[in-house]
């Protein structure tokens, strides 16, 4: 607060009125009547809606989304949790995994979805956004193993099947690909994917889904005498979407 | 708030005039001034409402967006084999276990945790090849809050389950990927319920006691988010 005024010049014998003070002061007076306020804080520098505590909101939109809206951001998630289970040897799948195999279950050569019948809650969440940004992530479990098949004749033979056949996690935004693993080959793994995406002041959807290679969708012709059939699955044991909405 | 507001005391006061006489011979104008000078950092204070960076309302400390921060890595990167059917901490690096304790700090309904976890194995020690079909391990995330019963390790996010991408038959070809993985988790939670948190651990298991589980590098990370 700057202190200033003007300078009165007068000669002897003169008033001094006191509007000559008044005058002076009134710049000074006004910052104390109320815009002292606007002075130090910008009057957009806090409003009501900073001064909220965070709202924890749960299954608002009947995917068991957990949500946290607060005064600049907001979170969500929704997670698969099973019960885990030993495996004995050379087997693949504990009794509560996810499996799906592509000649009985009809998998798309493209993006899948999770069969929500099994996969009820972890492969989606549904908030109401904020113009602003999306950050997030998805932390999953899953796998994919090589096969074996023989074949008859003369002389018979055995191959190992889908050996070099890819999976991948992809993550869509109200439809739109914002995230995807890459290419992921034999194995079981924790993949923790991020992504982004600008997002507008909406109802949004984030839906993990998965794609499977099937080295005979080449040929439309599987091996048909299988000694080991894990080529065919695809293995899902765990998964968890989350979002951040950071407001514009 | 709890305090009585500063009291400002520079009114501004004058003689009043008469006439054919001059009245600013006391000097009440610089007497004015100078008193407002020194009053407004005073005046800056009481009028800027305090409360409104108070932690009463929007809970806003000094770092306003994470209310707490803990982190530790393996910073010397020595490596340590894990095995064992039931769960054990891991504890071996640099800075110490991962099972790392803290003051405790309060968190509310509503507020983040915000928890990620990455390592890495080194395959070469693992001896994958007399181990074919056995090499699953589990890694999992815990946190130690207190809801009103006592401090209690709890799960977070889920039992992940890896393995080194060996196949799954007794015979045929294998895939015992040599060389570094890092694998990477991040767990977010939402707490519907009032308490404190006063630790953060990881804990492994292998799925066969024959099968180690090398761990080398990792690194671990606890933010509770309440803005």
Sequence with gaps: ?248 | MGEEPVQMSNNLIYTNGQAGQPSNANNETDNFFNQLATDSGQIDQSNTRTEWVSTRHIDWQDKPLIKMYAHRDNSNHSSNNYNGTTYQTVTHGGSGSTELTFTAVPFRVGDVFRYHFNFRTNPSNNDLGANKGRDYFWVKAQIQIDTGGGATWTDLGFDTRNSFGTHRAAAGSDYPCAGYRMYGMTFIHIPGYTGTVTGMRVQVRTEHNSMNLNMENWNQQLKVVGA
């Design chain 1, 1 to 248: 607060m700057a202190r200033s005024w003007t300078k009165e010049c007068f000669k002897d014998g003169d008033q001094f009125k006191a509007d000559h003070f008044n005058r002076d002061a009134d710049g000074i007076a006004q910052q104390f009547n109320g815009q002292l306020d606007q002075n130090n804080m910008p009057l957009n520098g806090c409003h009501s809606e900073q001064l909220k505590v965070p709202q924890r909101v749960s299954n608002a939109f009947g995917v068991n989304t957990v949500s946290s809206y607060m005064p600049t951001q907001s979170y969500h998630y929704a997670q698969w949790r099973i019960t885990n289970t030993n495996t004995t040897d050379y087997n693949v799948d504990p009794a509560s995994i996810y499996a799906t195999n592509w000649e009985e279950d009809n998998w798309d050569p493209f993006w899948n979805l999770f069969d929500y019948s099994v996969v009820t809650q972890g492969s989606r969440i549904r908030f109401e956004s904020k113009e602003g940004m999306i950050i997030g992530g998805v932390t999953i479990n899953v796998e994919q193993r090589t096969g074996r098949a023989r074949g008859g004749g003369d002389p018979g033979w055995t191959k190992n099947t889908s050996a070099y056949d890819a999976m991948e996690i992809g993550i869509f935004c109200n439809g739109v690909l914002i995230g995807r693993s890459g290419k992921i080959y034999t194995g079981a793994y924790c993949l923790d994917i991020p992504f982004s995406t600008p997002i507008g002041t909406q109802y949004t959807e984030i839906v993990v889904k998965w794609f499977r290679d099937q080295e005979s969708f080449i040929d439309g012709d599987p091996w048909h005498t299988l000694e080991v059939d894990h080529g065919l699955y695809f293995y899902m044991s765990g998964m968890l979407l989350w979002a951040r909405n950071q407001y514009r």
